[in-house]
T-cell receptor, first 112, second 109 residues
Framework: EAQVTQNPRYLITVTGKKLTVTCSQN?????MSWYRQDPGLGLRQIYY???????DKGDVPEGYKVSRKEKRNFPLILESPSPNQTSLYFC???????????FGAGTRLSVL | QKEVEQDPGPLSVPEGAIVSLNCTYS??????FMWYRQYSRKGPELLMY????GNKEDGRFTAQVDKSSKYISLFIRDSQPSDSATYLC?????????FGQGTRLTINP
């Protein structure tokens, strides 16, 4: 089944404890992206990647890192999480020549 | 001015009603216009996609785009309880997808 898989689905952590949210897609898509979704603010892009080893900042990159060493994986790293990073996070992917993005099921993160 | 404005609702209508969801945008560079549907505890999924002004139908759903007014709409005919979800408009520019806030819709049996 074609899908974007995020792990974990739910995570509670404390301020300053480094964490990684994994994202993997099995559709051989070139483009991958991370979003956060907050009430009243909608979906905002954090980082995106056009292909392996190519990443760029989205609208709200502060406090986040990403890497794209393999085509299928695009992990989101929070080096020192803070409470304002409590949010619902989505990973998405799309083929290079299409505008349709396919989303994972989401990761709900709480930073205490 | 925000790039995209979408009424967050919530919107509650009886089963069978016609639903109209709307977004306005300010960026003339947007080339593609989309509607995503997001069920509770799920990721958004693409519902409708168009790139030109006018109407596009898919079953009970009609997407309407008016580029001159920078306004897009999604109409749902004969609404069903299974249509209850959050609907997000989305706009594609150069390597960037911009979403509206989402409108939470409930169809009451």
């Amino acid at each position: 089944e074609a899908q974007v898989t995020q792990n974990p689905r739910y995570l509670i952590t404390v301020t300053g404890k480094k964490l990684t949210v994994t994202c993997s897609q099995n559709m051989n898509h070139e483009y991958m992206s991370w979003y956060r979704q907050d009430p009243g603010l909608g979906l905002r892009q954090i980082y995106y990647s056009m292909n392996v080893e190519v990443t760029d900042k989205g609208d709200v990159p502060e406090g986040y890192k990403v890497s794209r060493k393999e085509k299928r994986n695009f992990p989101l790293i929070l080096e020192s999480p803070s409470p304002n990073q409590t949010s619902l996070y989505f990973c998405a992917s799309s083929p290079r020549n299409e505008n349709i993005q396919y989303f994972g099921a989401g990761t709900r993160l709480s930073v205490l | 001015q925000k790039e995209v404005e979408q009424d967050p609702g919530p919107l509650s209508v009886p089963e069978g009603a016609i639903v109209s969801l709307n977004c306005t945008y300010s960026n003339s560079a947007f080339q593609y216009f989309m509607w995503y549907r997001q069920y509770s505890r799920k990721g958004p999924e693409l519902l409708m996609y168009t790139y030109s002004s006018g109407n596009k139908e898919d079953g009970r759903f009609t997407a309407q785009v008016d580029k001159s007014s920078k306004y897009i709409s999604l109409f749902i005919r004969d609404s069903q309880p299974s249509d209850s979800a959050t609907y997000l408009c989305a706009f594609q520019g150069a390597q960037k997808l911009v979403f509206g806030q989402g409108t939470r819709l409930t169809i009451n049996p």
